[in-house]
C-alpha cells in the first residue's frame, strides 16, 4: 500500500528538513518546499495527499499557495503559523483551509491531525453524507450544483468561498432539519472543539448575508440557541 505524500511549504528550511525527517521516521512521504512558487509547482506536480502550509496566509504568498490548493483540488490543508488573531485562523478556514496549529506546536499533534486528515480524506467516497447525496441540491429557486461547485438563485450565480459552499451544502443536504452549531464544526470543520462556535457565527453570516444580496432572504434561518436550518421560502 503506497505511504500518504505531504507537501510541507515553509519559508524556514531547518523547519522543512526537520518536519520531513519526522515525517519520513513516521511512514509519510514528503515534499518540500521554501517558498509559494516552489510550493505552488510541487503541489501540481507530485500530487499530495495533503498540504502543511507553513506560510502566513495573512501574506500574499500563504495566500496564493492556499488558494490554488483549494480552486484546483479536494486536497487537505493544514495551516501552520503565527495566527493569534482570531481573524486570520477564521479566513484562514473560510478561504478552505481544513485545520491549523500554532507555532510553537508539538510534533505529535501535527502528525495526530495529519493522520486524522487522511483518514477522512480516504473516507469521503464512501461515508461523507454529501459524496451520497444529490449533484443538484434545491430548495426553492435556489439550486447547488456539487459537481460543477456553484449556486443560482433564480438562475443567477451566487459566489460563496469553500466554507461558504459546503456548509450550504451540508445544510441543503439536510433541509428542513436543525443543523446544530456543533454538527456543522464538525461536519465541515471535523472539529470538535473550538476555533469555536465564532467560527460557525462568522461563517453564517457571511453567507447569509450573500444568499440575502441574492434575493434568498428567507432560506437559511436561525434557530436561537441551537442552530441553522434550511427551509421552503414562501410563495
Avoid at 507553513?54 to 479536494?74: K, N, W, Y
Amino acid at each position: 500500500m503506497p505511504r500518504p505524500r505531504v507537501l510541507v511549504v515553509d519559508p524556514d528550511p531547518q523547519s522543512c528538513d526537520l518536519l520531513a525527517f519526522s515525517l519520513g521516521r513516521a511512514g509519510v512521504s514528503t515534499l518540500t518546499a521554501c517558498d509559494a512558487v516552489a510550493g505552488i509547482d510541487l503541489f501540481k506536480s507530485g500530487h499530495p495527499d495533503l498540504v502543511v502550509l507553513g506560510l502566513d496566509i495573512g501574506t500574499p504568498a500563504g495566500l496564493e499557495v492556499l488558494q490554488t490548493v483549494c480552486r484546483h483540488s479536494q486536497t487537505q490543508v493544514i495551516v501552520l503559523g503565527n495566527l493569534r488573531r482570531e481573524e486570520d485562523v477564521i479566513r484562514g478556514l473560510d478561504l478552505g483551509a481544513d485545520d491549523y496549529l500554532i507555532k510553537p506546536f508539538s510534533f505529535p499533534e501535527l502528525l495526530a491531525r495529519i493522520r486524522a486528515r487522511l483518514r477522512r480524506a480516504a473516507m469521503q467516497p464512501t461515508t461523507d453524507p454529501l459524496s451520497i447525496s444529490p449533484a443538484l441540491l434545491q430548495a426553492g429557486d435556489l439550486t447547488l450544483d456539487s459537481m460543477r461547485s456553484w449556486v443560482t438563485y433564480a438562475g443567477r450565480p451566487v459566489r460563496l468561498t469553500p466554507t461558504e459552499f459546503r456548509v450550504l451544502e451540508y445544510l441543503l443536504a439536510h433541509a428542513g432539519t436543525v443543523v446544530s452549531t456543533r454538527t456543522l464544526m464538525e461536519s465541515v470543520w471535523s472539529r470538535k472543539q473550538a476555533v469555536g462556535s465564532d467560527v460557525v457565527r462568522v461563517t453564517m453570516h457571511r453567507l447569509q448575508h450573500k444568499l440575502n444580496q441574492a434575493g434568498a432572504r428567507t432560506l437559511v434561518g436561525a434557530v436561537h440557541g441551537v442552530g441553522f436550518v434550511v427551509r421552503a421560502e414562501p410563495d
